[in-house]
């Protein structure tokens, strides 16, 4: 039996045809890409979140001379948000990137960890998290939820939802 899986998202071109609260957050991801530690990829990652008390937290990547040892800007928001308001829900999220080195356009897309921590933050409120990317000359691309972005996640279901 085959089957398919497929994602809708949303691509807007332009930043004034996003909602107040959305331009927020991406302003605030793309500025927290200035507060990466990035010195051994020179790729900065900004990522803010909008939680349900309408506050805005950011973070940024920040690498180790033990390259293992850096986290990403998605799992260093995530952590703030949960140390600073624990049980406080995120609804909407943005990540940008800037790099010299790479000049990368296209949407920054979170690596296969932060998707996992994303999926895990996501059940653990439940309640979605809707997703910006900020996509350089494309513009944002828009996912409804985090887990449009992993599908088959492992879930806290797996081991038998034990929290
Ligand atoms: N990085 C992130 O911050 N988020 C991602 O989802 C992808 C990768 C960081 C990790 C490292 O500091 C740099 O980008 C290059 O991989």
Known sequence: MKKKFSVEYEIFTAYHEL?????????????????????????????????????????????????????????????????????????????????????????AAPCGICRQSLIDYEARQGKKISLWLVAGDEGYYYFRSVSDLMPFGFTSKQLGDKL
């Open 19 to 107: 909602p107040e609260s959305i331009r927020e957050i991406i302003d605030a991801a793309i500025s927290a890409t200035q507060k990466a530690y990035a010195p051994y990829s020179g790729y900065n990652v900004g990522c803010a979140a909008l939680l349900e008390n309408g506050e805005i937290i950011s973070g940024a990547n920040q690498e180790n001379a033990s390259f293992p040892a850096g986290i990403c800007a998605e799992r260093t928001t995530l952590s703030a948000i949960s140390s600073l308001h624990p049980g406080m829900a995120i609804n909407h999220l943005a990540i940008a990137i800037q790099s010299e080195r790479t000049k990368a356009n296209g949407p």
